[in-house]
């Protein structure tokens, strides 16, 4: 494995960066995206000169309307919706991140190479949990042992590039073509430790889904018996049973967090703006606003967590009716099968990159990730792999979860 990842990267130095990004950014946001933002960038501007092969037509539409769309929200957000468009501004450079969708499969080349440094861009954030977990498991004592109660060291963004590199780590090591390490169950091993450490249900109602669905899948019932061992020994831990048992409290109105924002402040803030608010332009003032005094609200909430009431406010009717028509397109891509050239190649690597991103979607039915940046970020690679999956000269990546063939 290290002579192919020598010999591969060397070949390629904008792969090599793509790599060192998605290896870096599970430790550290600021520092990943640097290479991310080179590659994107590097891939646009060889675009606008003609020198780049045509992209999946699908991705090309939903992107380029998704851009478009945050571009609009400024005016609107100006003159419409009168809010502050500074705050448009602040996140208006992941424009440039985009391109990332398309230059992933521009990357990984065509023919037997393909799926080879398709291999590579898994491994990277794979290993990348290893330092995640590192600093995590000094982190999380230290802070303990300082007064944090545990649930307070924790973050929404890390458990989810746990569970992602879980699943592309779980591909690596059931496809038979890929040379099996021991260090990749270790990986394993940390990131399910790493998503148990941080305490998000959201994460853990997510992984689970996706794990069974990955088990349906590929028929390794075994599986099945190892998840009811691992959820016995997950719940025999206090701080995790008493985790799952608080969901009676959060359900509650009194509760002042989820439930609040979706009964409560979405009925009264979305007829304020059909046309949106801008992009990333809402903030914990806009729905305390728009509460009476007697409801209680959680400090420093400032998006709704949910993907698709999130996309609403922030961009209106038009910018969440063309996110979900991209959302069903992945999904469409994702298990529509076809009979393409890599279909007994790319089976099992392909149902890693799928279920890593039903994974994320699921946990976005209860958290605000597609606007996160490291989330952000993963989806857009999670894209980008989706469509290494169709053959060259393919309008789509239709091909993704084939039936398995009988011998």
């Known amino acids: ?157 890390s458990p989810q590039l746990y569970m992602v590199a879980f699943f592309l780590g779980l591909a690596l090591i059931t496809d038979r073509k890929f040379p099996r390490s021991q260090w990749l169950w270790f990986c394993l091993a940390l990131a399910l430790a790493g998503i148990l450490l941080h305490h998000k249900r959201g994460v853990w109602l997510a992984t689970t889904m996706a794990l069974l669905g990955w088990t349906f899948w590929s028929r390794q019932w075994k599986t099945l018996f190892l998840m009811g061992v691992i959820g016995l020994l997950a719940f025999s831990l206090p701080d995790v049973r008493s985790r799952l048992l608080e969901l009676r409290e959060v359900i509650q109105p009194t509760h002042g967090g989820r439930m609040v924002l979706w009964t409560e402040v979405v009925p009264r803030i979305l007829p304020e703006y059909p046309f949106g608010m801008g992009y990333n332009a809402s903030r914990y003032e806009d729905f305390r606003a728009v509460l009476p005094r007697e409801i209680h609200l959680e400090e420093g909430l400032r998006h709704l967590h949910n993907n698709f009431l999130q996309n609403r406010l922030e961009l209106g009717w038009q910018g969440v009716v063309w996110w979900c028509a991209w959302m069903l397109v992945v999904l469409w891509k994702c298990f529509r099968g076809h009979r393409g050239q890599y279909r007994g190649q790319s089976r099992v690597l392909a149902a890693g990159v799928v279920f890593a991103l039903v994974a994320l979607l699921l946990n976005g039915m209860v958290e605000y990730n597609f606007g996160t940046s490291e989330t952000f970020m993963l989806y857009l690679g999670l894209f980008g792999m989706l469509d290494v999956f169709a053959p060259k000269g393919s309008p789509s990546a239709n091909a993704i979860l084939p039936k398995q063939e009988t011998p």
């Open 1 to 157: 494995m290290r002579d192919t990842l020598k010999k591969t990267l060397s070949a390629n130095p904008m792969l090599w960066f793509l790599a060192l990004g998605l290896f870096l950014l599970p430790i550290s946001n600021s520092i990943g995206q640097v290479p991310l933002y080179i590659v994107a960038v590097h891939w646009l501007v060889g675009a606008l000169r003609g020198h780049r092969s045509r992209p999946d037509k699908y991705s090309l539409w939903f992107v380029a309307g998704f851009a478009l769309l945050i571009l609009l929200s400024i005016p609107i957000a100006a003159f419409v919706a009168n809010t502050d468009v500074s705050r448009v501004f602040d996140k208006i450079n992941r424009l440039l991140l985009l391109p990332l969708v398309f230059a992933i499969p521009a990357l990984c080349g065509a023919g037997e190479k393909r799926l080879e440094n398709l291999s590579v861009l898994m491994v990277a954030p794979v290993l990348g949990i290893v330092l995640l977990a590192g600093y995590d498991f000094v982190r999380v004592p230290l802070e303990i042992r300082a007064g944090t109660p545990l649930f307070h060291t924790g973050n929404m963004s």
